[in-house]
C-alpha cells in the first residue's frame, strides 16, 4: 500500500465523522503536500552528491538567471521564498565554499551584492542537468499539453494562494 493509501484512507475515515468534511479539497491539499515532500527527496539526492542542500541549490540557480548574475540579499530572499535568518546562513556557507560573494554595491556603497562567483557558476552548470533528469522522470508519461494544464492550474492556485496571504495579511492588527 502506498503512503498516500493510507492517508487517503484516514480522510475518508475523517469524512464519515466530521460533518461537511471537503474530502476532495483535503485530499487534492495532501496529495500536494505528498508530491511535494518526495520531488524535495529526490532532489536533496541529488544535490547530495554536489554538497548541496535545495536552499544552496535554489540561491546558485536563481543568481545564475539574474541580469548580472547578482542581487541584493532582500531580493534574493524574496526569489528563494526563505526567511532573512536561514538565507544569510546558507550565503555564509556558499561564500564560505567560494562558490558567491557579498559586496558593496557599485551604486550604493552601504548596500550589499550578493554575487555568483565563477565556481558557482561552473556548479550550478553541472548540476542543473541532473536535476532536470529527475524532473523529466517525474513527468514522464504527461503529454506536453497535460504539463501546460498542471501549470495552468498551480498558477490559478498561487494566485488564489497570494490573494488570501494578501487578505490575511490585511487582516492583521498593526
Request: proline share 5%; with cysteine.
Amino acid at each position: 500500500m502506498s503512503h498516500f493509501a493510507e492517508t487517503r484512507k484516514r480522510l475518508q475515515t475523517l469524512s464519515t465523522r466530521v460533518p461537511d468534511f471537503p474530502l476532495q479539497l483535503v485530499t487534492l491539499t495532501r496529495l500536494n503536500y505528498h508530491i511535494q515532500k518526495r520531488i524535495q527527496d529526490i532532489s536533496n539526492a541529488v544535490l547530495r552528491q554536489y554538497g548541496l542542500s535545495e536552499v544552496s541549490y535554489i540561491v546558485l540557480a536563481v543568481l545564475y538567471g539574474s541580469e548580472q548574475e547578482s542581487l541584493s540579499p532582500g531580493q534574493l530572499t524574496e526569489a528563494c521564498s526563505q526567511k532573512p535568518a536561514n538565507m544569510t546562513r546558507v550565503c555564509n556557507e556558499l561564500e564560505k565554499q567560494g562558490l558567491i560573494s557579498r559586496s558593496a554595491s557599485a551604486d550604493d556603497r552601504r548596500a550589499v551584492v550578493v554575487t555568483l562567483r565563477p565556481a558557482g557558476r561552473e556548479l550550478i552548470s553541472q548540476v542543473m542537468p541532473a536535476v532536470w533528469h529527475k524532473l523529466r522522470e517525474l513527468l514522464a508519461g504527461f503529454s506536453p499539453e497535460e504539463i501546460r494544464q498542471q501549470e495552468d492550474f498551480y498558477q490559478r492556485q498561487l494566485h488564489n494562494l497570494n490573494t488570501l496571504a494578501g487578505a490575511v495579511n490585511d487582516e492583521q492588527p498593526e
